[in-house]
């Protein structure tokens, strides 16, 4: 007989999550997770608060598709319902440049597979019918790639991230949008890291046909709650001629819990699976703050606070190589080159979450996902020069100091 081995209560301690995801959950959030009642999945007022959050998802990414919903998991559980309409055999282009597009064409290969070809390489499949278009690390997908790529494959999907977080690159979904336009091509966009951080409205990227996106980013709801997705009537009626191999992941079974039956708003939805009245009640609050704050208030915030980040960085010699607002990433200087991973570690053991790149070469990553105040920016700011000189390197402070100033002081004397 085994005896039970019993843990001491898991305690965890507050951290800065200074990465490029997650983002700091509001308290406001937490209250509301925290304070839901035990309703069960089918209560009128957890039924209610779905639909209510289906409304205000469709404010959230700029849209009028009737599918658009929440899928329960992370931003890889709303990717799979996105990619689930790519049926074996099919033909897609895939344009990868990072770690996160670089699981996207896995995903799509794994589903583009024929059964023969999962086979051969179950845990990598290669099938004939997927083209990956592998950009280098620190590039952004631009249109003219999207383009030429389209025209020489015609394929029936095309799938990119909007912004890359591996190497904080934002690619051109104009461009892209326009191109899947141009060759017929249904295009699939990863918004994981952009919805909620960027103001852009889907609606305006008629070419693209399926979104997906995450709890954990720019919604800022980590307790485990919902990926945003939504899809075009194209896509729906695509995917209901050749249907899909899911129960649980299927868009048009998973769209009816939120009131989306028959292509069509009802009162209120039908059981798929059992939804968790503190998930719904913590998304909900999540979009409320969302859209109380608005969507391009809080892009200009982000680009403001990327802006002083990026320019106190800068100042202690690093070299930015990214473009996306809510996330720097970045080379230390020339005297402590090598030494990224070391001092991300040191930062780590401290409680101060920066992330390195997950692909060579290895970078630093700074997030700042609901970090957008000066004194949040100062205070990583504050800890990354303490970690340079940690390792030996120096740091101007007079410099660090006339670039934060030369950013906030500006703006407040524009007021
Ligand atoms: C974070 C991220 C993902 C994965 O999201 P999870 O919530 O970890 O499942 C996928 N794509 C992009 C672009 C991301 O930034």
């Not at 780590?348 to 970090?371: D, H, M």
């Not at 100062?378 to 970690?387: E, H, K, S, Y």
């Amino acid at each position: 007989m085994t005896v039970a081995q019993l843990f001491p209560k898991l305690e965890i301690p507050e951290t800065i999550a200074a990465g490029p995801g997650p983002g700091n959950t509001d308290a406001r959030v937490l209250a509301a997770y925290a304070g839901a009642g035990l309703a069960d999945h089918m209560h009128g007022d957890v039924l209610r608060g779905m639909v209510e959050c289906k409304h205000m998802l469709r404010q959230v990414w700029g849209t009028e598709n009737v599918h658009t919903f929440g899928v329960a998991g992370t931003g890889w559980s709303g990717l799979d319902v996105m990619f689930s309409a790519v049926m074996p055999g099919d033909r897609v282009v895939v344009f990868t440049n990072g770690t996160f597009s670089g699981i996207d064409g896995l995903t799509v290969r794994m589903k583009a597979a024929t059964a023969a070809e999962l086979a051969l390489s179950p845990l990598d499949p290669k099938p004939a019918s997927v083209i990956i278009v592998d950009v280098p690390h620190g590039m952004s997908v631009t249109g003219g790639m999207v383009e030429a790529a389209l025209a020489e494959h015609k394929p029936k999907w095309a799938a990119m991230a909007h912004w890359e977080t591996g190497s904080g690159r934002i690619n051109d979904i104009a461009g892209f949008s326009a191109a899947c336009e141009k060759h017929d091509v249904m295009g699939l966009v990863d918004a994981v890291s952009s919805l909620g951080v960027e103001n852009f409205r889907i609606d305006d990227y008629p070419g693209v046909h399926g979104w997906a996106s995450c709890p954990q980013k720019g919604i800022c709801c980590l307790p485990l709650t919902y990926a945003p997705v939504s899809f075009s009537d194209r896509y729906i009626e695509t995917l209901k001629k050749t249907g899909t191999r899911t129960f649980v992941h299927h868009p048009i079974m998973e769209a009816r819990h939120w009131g989306i039956i028959d292509g069509k708003d009802v009162e209120k939805g039908t059981y798929h699976r059992t939804h968790s009245a503190y998930a719904v009640a913590a998304f909900h609050e999540a979009l409320r703050i969302t859209l109380q704050q608005g969507i391009a208030e809080r892009a200009k915030d982000y680009a403001h606070h990327e802006t002083a980040l990026r320019r106190a960085v800068q100042a202690m010699g690093c070299e930015v190589t990214s473009n996306m607002t809510s996330l720097v990433v970045l080379n230390l200087p020339k005297a402590l080159a090598g030494r990224e991973m070391e001092l991300v570690q040191a930062c780590r053991a401290q409680n101060f979450g920066i992330w390195p790149t997950l692909s060579e070469p290895v970078q630093i990553r700074i997030g700042i996902l609901n970090l957008l105040s000066r004194e949040a920016i100062t205070d990583i700011v504050t800890r990354f020069a303490d970690a340079i000189r940690a390792l030996g390197g120096e740091v101007d402070d007079v410099r660090v100091t006339e670039a934060l100033n030369g950013v906030y002081d500006r703006a407040v004397a524009a007021e």
